[in-house]
């Protein structure tokens, strides 16, 4: 009577261990969310995304996923307030320091965090876009040499889209 219990729980502990390598293998292939961020009510939207006619900024939201174990995926979503999805894209991101250069689509953004306090009165984490010229110049140089080592990056490419040859934003 033993042997039957125990040969009975070794097969259903045998399925269950199946199932959880299942999971686990397809989280290796397709990433699962490391962490979730909202853009800051003050920054503008990133250029991937154009505003709907008669929608603003403030009624909109995007969204920012980071895919862990890769790290360098993202899925950004712009909803409407109602959480309507209203445009989704994916890219590539690459820390500069404490910011991150996001590619998508070939288009660079530069973001960084700041803390600002949710609806519910928590303080939380948010993403903005960079529009600083100095800070951009300064972020590119000082990691220039990783850059141009990034087979992912077009270095030139991604300098000039940046910025423009007098300094300034494009």
């Not at 991101?93 to 700041?114: A, H, S």
């Not at 010229?133 to 000039?160: G, M, V």
Request: proline share 5%.
């Amino acid at each position: 009577m033993i042997a039957i219990v125990n040969a009975a729980t070794f097969q259903r502990a045998k399925k269950y261990l199946l199932i959880v390598a299942t999971c686990l293998s397809s989280f290796a292939i397709s990433g699962c969310v490391d962490s979730i961020n909202y853009l800051a009510s003050d920054s503008r939207l990133p250029n991937w995304f154009t505003l709907p006619p008669g929608l603003t900024r403030a009624d909109v939201m995007v969204v920012r996923e980071a895919m862990e174990p890769r790290g360098a995926d993202i899925k950004v979503v712009l909803y409407q307030r109602q959480y309507r999805k209203l445009a989704a894209v994916r890219g590539k991101t690459i820390r500069l320091g404490g910011f991150l250069l996001n590619v998508v689509n070939g288009v660079p953004e530069i973001t960084g965090y700041k803390t600002q306090i949710d609806g519910h009165g928590d303080l939380l984490p948010y993403f903005y876009v960079v529009d600083d010229p100095a800070l951009k110049r300064k972020l590119l140089d000082e990691n220039e040499k990783e850059l141009l080592n990034e087979s992912r990056i077009d270095y030139p490419a991604l300098r000039k889209n940046l910025l423009d040859e007098n300094g300034g934003p494009r």
